[in-house]
């Protein structure tokens, strides 16, 4: 995961994130791509007010 990496632990990274979503105008470009992990991605998406997951749980259950 680049963002855990970022924070100098090594996580496997299982999804991958678009910086700028299609929805509003981004690609699929490599420099509009990012690696994570579930839980970055999860927070990320939860700081957007976008997220829920797809085990029914948002941002405060990742948060924790």
Do not use: F, M
């Amino acid at each position: 995961c680049e963002r855990c990496l970022e924070e100098g632990r090594a996580v496997t990274a299982t999804l991958v994130h678009h910086k700028k979503p299609i929805a509003e105008g981004g690609t699929n470009e490599t420099d509009n791509l990012q690696s994570l992990c579930n839980r970055c991605h999860g927070l990320i998406h939860g700081e957007r007010g976008d997220y829920t997951g797809k085990q029914g749980w948002g941002y405060q259950h990742l948060k924790k």
